[in-house]
């Protein structure tokens, strides 16, 4: 019997006729596009705590205006893999296929899209098999913990024609894009510098004990989790505790400043630090853990020609915070503030100073920037994060209309060459720099991986 979307995707190409030669998309991709009234049919690729606690209800907020539906779910985990079925059958009263592996999951007939919330050494590995499947996909950050996935993955996406969102969530705030604008409309003036802070002080940060007591190797698929990452014998503490230990994750870098440097490449339009320099170490919480809980990174930003150099900076502990990430953008004229969502004279050059050299003051006005509730927050599983909530509006909406997202596989490639960079310089303690015609992460004058 003939389905009801695949008899609007007939009646549709029929109704194309011979147009489709004269389309930048071939017959097959012609086939998968959605209608309006044509349900999405979702996949979940990973039950974690980032999905069921903001992912989700981000989902939830516009599934039923969207006409989207979550059909099925796939975890390695058996414990999991049950707990997400339950949750998700009693929070959408529907019936929901357990996939023990991505394999299962994507032999499923008209499955268009999935959310990718995995380890991080994952994503790029798992966005590769959702749009080799022919499936959109909504992707966590870090996109890629090695230049080699980071390449295979923009390679993969750019062959088709699918719609891959990253979870880069800011560039869904209003705050953000009016930061943006002011930048690039040349009303901050040059950049000098930018200071990003995340600090947290929680020494269950990223630690799950009372799950590792019920992980069991025999309850889930060890050397798939692996992926391309080298064999190690099991264990449960890498399994679920990947981001405090490399080459699972890069922890800090992967986890926080993904999201922040990624403002400095859309606010500029440069796509990578010329270096990045580091230091750090495991100073307070001593518990096996190899990925640092205190870590400092300086870049250097800038490019031959109209673009001035400025610096960067990263800070980050896990020891004494006080939740609110901070990113403070600097000129010569003042301060763009996303803490305080303002623009503002502060620090800018004062008739006082500037006489004794003959200038002039420049000082920025004072400026709201739009939405001030659009703010980051560091805890980021929890419910009701509006950066989120619009960023999920934006891919499902792209979708719909086939328009790039707001965070296109661009944005994550250009992250993860930040974090990779970070990467190499913190576990070398020398600079890391960036060949562009080989697209590698370089230091000591060798490939870093």
């Not at 009016?178 to 040059?190: P, R, V, W």
Request: glycine letters at 6%; proline letters at 4%.
């Amino acid at each position: 019997m003939t389905s009801r979307r695949e008899f609007i995707r007939t009646t549709a190409m029929a109704a194309a006729g011979t147009y489709l030669s004269t389309l930048p998309f071939t017959a097959k991709s012609y086939s998968r596009i959605i209608g309006a009234n044509d349900r999405v049919r979702v996949g979940v690729v990973g039950f974690s705590d980032r999905f069921k606690n903001s992912l989700f209800p981000a989902f939830t907020a516009h599934y039923t205006k969207l006409n989207f539906e979550i059909v099925a779910l796939s975890d390695l985990w058996k414990l999991r893999r049950e707990e997400g079925q339950a949750f998700l059958e009693q929070k959408l009263n529907q019936k929901i296929k357990a996939c023990v592996n991505n394999d299962e999951l994507y032999r499923m007939k008209d499955l268009d899209a999935v959310i990718i919330s995995t380890a991080d050494f994952q994503h790029a590995l798992h966005t590769i098999e959702a749009v080799k499947a022919g499936c959109d996909a909504y992707v966590e950050k870090p996109f890629a913990e090695t230049m080699e996935d980071n390449r295979a993955a923009l390679r993969a996406v750019k062959a088709t024609d699918r719609i891959v969102q990253i979870g880069s969530q800011r560039r869904s705030g209003t705050n953000y894009h009016a930061a943006a604008d002011f930048i690039k409309q040349g009303k901050f003036g040059d950049i000098t510098m930018v200071e990003l802070t995340w600090n947290v002080n929680q020494p269950g940060r990223w630690r799950r004990p009372e799950l590792l007591a019920q992980l069991r190797e025999q309850d889930t698929d060890w050397k798939r989790f692996l992926m391309n990452r080298p064999f190690e014998p099991w264990d449960p503490r890498k399994y679920l505790e990947y981001r405090l230990f490399w080459p699972y994750s890069s922890g800090m870098p992967g986890q926080w400043m993904s999201h922040q440097i990624d403002t400095v490449h859309w606010f500029t339009g440069l796509k990578h630090p010329r270096s990045v320099v580091a230091n750090g170490g495991v100073y307070m919480w001593i518990d096996g853990r190899k990925n640092w809980d205190t870590t400092t990174a300086v870049f250097d930003y800038g490019q031959d020609g109209d673009q001035k150099g400025f610096q960067v900076t990263f800070s980050s502990r896990m020891h004494n915070g006080s939740e609110k990430p901070a990113e403070i953008y600097y000129s010569n004229g003042g301060e763009l503030n996303l803490i305080t969502n303002q623009i503002s004279p502060n620090g800018g050059l004062q008739e006082s100073h500037a006489a004794a050299m003959g200038m002039k003051a420049n000082l920025l006005p004072t400026i709201a920037l739009a939405d001030a509730s659009m703010q980051a927050v560091a805890s980021a599983n929890t419910g009701g994060d509006r950066l989120t909530t619009s960023h999920m509006l934006n891919w499902m909406q792209c979708i719909r209309s086939r328009k790039q997202p707001n965070a296109p596989v661009e944005a994550g490639y250009y992250h993860s060459i930040a974090n990779i960079m970070t990467t190499a310089a913190s576990h070398t303690g020398s600079k890391a720099t960036f060949d562009e015609k080989k697209q590698e992460v370089i230091v000591n004058g060798k490939l870093f991986k």
